[in-house]
């Protein structure tokens, strides 16, 4: 069954809002929760590394203040994309390591964004 | 710096016919390997991973995928393709001393006709 459970699977909202996204790991503790984007098909792209109890790390050209990542238990992470504009619709994905280095991560059934 | 290459961006197959999805990675250490199905507005699947041992891992649902390291490779193979295999594949590598970050290939969408 799935370990890593994603919320909303899509929504639509208007320009100017925005959008929380929840992350959560059902049977396990993620110190570390990972936050992707998939255009259409296209690959994951990281945006950002979650880490529970301390600021997120971004990568590369990823706005911190467009895309606010909380970590606040080891079971949830959440995305919020502020201020959302059409550009911003996408796939957004997280996934959780469940073990060590050789373990195999765990994703979640991904968000459906769509910006009007 | 880690990378995944995947050369092909679709792959057809009739069904019944082995399939081959090819990825060849770059890692500076010793790399941690992943094969993932995705299907439409769906999460990834994990099918199988190399990390140490034999070189050839068997995974899910008769997935298969062979470990060269002086090829560097990571071949995903099934010998009998189903129409239900259709979806998007994703190669993903992690080097050994680099955290727990995933870098995908760019994907093959594999399409088994009837």
């Known amino acids: 069954g799935a370990v890593v459970s994603q919320h909303p699977s899509r929504v639509i909202c208007k320009s100017g809002t925005s959008v929380k996204i929840e992350c959560r790991s059902l049977?396990?503790?993620?110190?570390?929760m990972f936050w992707y984007r998939q255009f259409p098909k296209q690959s994951l792209m990281l945006m950002a590394t979650?880490?529970?109890?301390?600021?997120?790390?971004?990568e590369q050209g990823v706005e911190k203040d467009k895309f606010l990542i909380n970590h606040a238990s080891l079971t949830l992470s959440t995305l919020t994309v502020t201020s959302a504009h059409p550009e911003d619709s996408s796939f957004y994905i997280c996934?959780?390591?469940?073990?060590?280095?050789?373990?195999?991560?765990?994703f979640g059934q991904g968000t459906r964004l769509t910006v009007v | 710096a880690q990378s995944v290459a995947q050369p092909e961006d679709q792959v057809n197959v009739a069904e019944g016919n082995p399939l081959t999805v090819k990825c060849t990675y770059s890692?500076?250490?010793?790399?941690?390997l992943f094969w993932y199905v995705q299907y439409p507005n769906r999460g990834l699947q994990f099918l199988l991973k190399y990390i140490t041992g034999d070189n050839l891992v068997k995974g899910s649902y008769g997935f298969e995928a062979e470990f060269n390291k002086s090829q560097t490779s990571f071949h995903l193979k099934k010998p009998s393709a189903l129409v239900s295999d259709s979806a998007l594949y994703f190669c993903?590598?992690?080097?050994?001393?680099?955290?727990?970050?995933?870098?995908f290939g760019g994907g093959t969408r594999v399409l088994v006709k009837p």
């Open positions: 993903a590598v992690r080097e050994g001393a680099a955290g727990n970050k995933l870098t």
């Open positions: 049977d396990f503790q993620a110190t570390t």
């Open positions: 996934s959780a390591p469940r073990g060590g280095k050789g373990t195999e991560a765990f």
């Open positions: 979650s880490n529970e109890g301390s600021k997120a790390t971004y």
């Open positions: 890692v500076s250490g010793n790399p941690y």
